[in-house]
């Protein structure tokens, strides 16, 4: 019996634009493996692939899990601001609103 295959995309993005690859790749695969197949800085020149910023349908995972047939494996950039800064300060600009409003 032959090696099976498996169907699944590899999704990436830079600001301003976005991949979705659809490949066939034999079970087994990897998640780096798959992301190094998929040869995204050709495809996206400027995206940085960091093996510790990858994942499989929005979830962090590492770059040894096995893929599934349909998985979706993804590849993240850095974050631009920190969340919780983000959310402090939308809160603290609220409440000076709020006190500007009464």
Known sequence: MGARNIHIEVAAALPDRQLL??????????LAEAVARADLPSRLPG????????????????????L???????????LTADP???????AELARREQKAAK
Do not use: H, N, W
């Not at 599934?68 to 850095?78: N, Q």
């Open 47 to 66: 995206l940085e692939v960091d093996e510790s910023r990858l994942g499989i349908f929005g979830r962090k995972c590492r770059p040894e899990t096995v």
């Open 68 to 78: 599934s047939d349909g998985d979706r494996a993804e590849v993240y950039r850095p």
């Open 21 to 30: 690859l659809s490949m066939t790749v034999p079970a087994g695969t990897t």
């Open 84 to 90: 919780k800064t983000i959310r402090r300060e939308l």
